[in-house]
């Protein structure tokens, strides 16, 4: 419970973090120093999403490995409600996504942008509602999150591969397959895991596939046993660091630097820019929350503890703060198109993330400043 708290915390500063790194990067794209910033990021910006963020993705597979084995997700009936409500959250963003944006087949390339939900800002977010927020819908928000970065890892390897090169997908096969021998004879040195993850990463970078997939894959073929002393818990504590005080920040300041030269408020109404925005803000919020109500009513499933309705309809719209996922996603979709589409997609997530973390606060503030009674398993 130690470690989950520390995580907790790390992950609420990181959101912080996020946010000024974010802030930064819209003054420096709309000052005297546009020009200066779009062209080192055009030089870095593929080092760090493709480089960089395979980090990332390492340690979104540890974590989700752990919880899997001994956390949050351990046993079904920890499962199923934040299962449940994230696979509402994320068909329901992609729907409405989908609905408005039909007609362009350019923009439906976009669909998955609004389906995940950033844990370092929602967290960030819920951290400044105060000390009143329960441990447990905290853990919800975690294990939801999860979820979610699960299904974007899936929409990733599978809708956003091109041009598949077979040899080097072989070639990556028999990597994973190495790795699956160091884990079945327990090996406990790190670097062999290594020195076949930068070699997986050639492979898969080589493939067609987007290269972050490497990072899923070597995280999930690390060993667990041990406990506290795992090589996969002992990686993830020397990673987190990296990744939550420096890759992520590195990330927000190479890809929220949006242009506002040109926009009018009628670029809001564009059909991409609305359909991230209201898939977020709306679609997230409607699939969270009608998904687990069902859920709830029909089954014995409740909420977490010390939790009303209010409260949980407040996560609910946290979970639109898309940002670092939803960025990502729409660099994947758009990248070889005009950067006309991906300051929309910039503006979309932004703007969507934005209301999303405003109106969530509002909403558990409120939630909070009157007496907490006790749910009832059907609300």
Request: net charge positive.
């Amino acid at each position: 419970m130690k470690f989950l708290q520390r995580f907790i915390e790390m992950e609420s500063a990181s959101g912080i973090l996020l946010f000024v790194a974010a802030i930064l990067a819209l003054i420096i794209a709309n000052s005297g120093f546009a020009q200066l910033y779009q062209s080192i990021t055009a030089v870095s910006s593929r080092f760090i999403n493709d480089g960089l963020m395979s980090i990332f993705f390492l340690v979104v597979a540890l974590e989700l490995k752990r919880e899997f084995y001994s956390g949050e997700l351990s046993s079904i009936s920890k499962a199923l409600l934040p299962g449940v409500a994230a696979l509402g959250g994320m068909l329901v963003p992609a729907i409405i996504y989908a609905t408005i944006n039909h007609a362009n087949p350019i923009a439906m390339r976009g669909w998955a942008i609004p389906v995940a939900t950033d844990i370092a800002f929602a967290l960030g977010a819920l951290s400044l509602v105060g000390r009143a927020v329960p441990l447990g819908l905290k853990l919800f928000l975690m294990a939801l999150a999860i979820f979610d970065d699960l299904g974007a890892i899936i929409i990733i390897a599978i809708y956003y591969a091109h041009g598949l090169i077979y040899i080097y997908l072989l070639f990556a096969l028999l990597l994973v397959l190495i790795l699956y021998l160091f884990n079945r004879c327990k090996l406990s040195l790190l670097s062999p895991y290594l020195a076949i993850g930068i070699l997986l990463w050639a492979c898969v970078f080589k493939s067609g596939i987007h290269p972050t997939i490497a990072g899923v894959l070597l995280g999930f073929m690390l060993p667990i046993h041990g406990g506290d002393k795992s090589l996969l818990r002992r990686l993830e504590e020397m990673l987190y660091p990296w990744v939550d005080f420096a890759i992520l920040p590195l990330f927000a300041l190479a890809n929220a630097g949006l242009s506002l030269a040109g926009f009018t408020w009628r670029t809001i109404l564009d059909p991409l820019v609305l359909g991230i925005m209201l898939g977020l803000f709306l679609g997230k919020q409607m699939g969270v929350g009608l998904f687990s109500w069902l859920f709830i009513k029909f089954t014995k499933a409740k909420l977490p503890d010390q939790t009303n309705w209010l409260a949980f309809y407040g996560v609910a719209v946290l979970c639109g703060i898309g940002f670092t996922m939803s960025l990502f996603v729409g660099t994947l979709a758009f990248e070889s198109h005009s950067n006309s589409l991906l300051n929309q997609v910039r503006l979309g997530v932004l703007l969507g993330s934005l209301v999303s973390g405003l109106f969530g606060i509002i909403i558990l503030r409120r939630a909070f400043s009157r007496p907490m009674q006790r749910s009832k398993r059907n609300g």
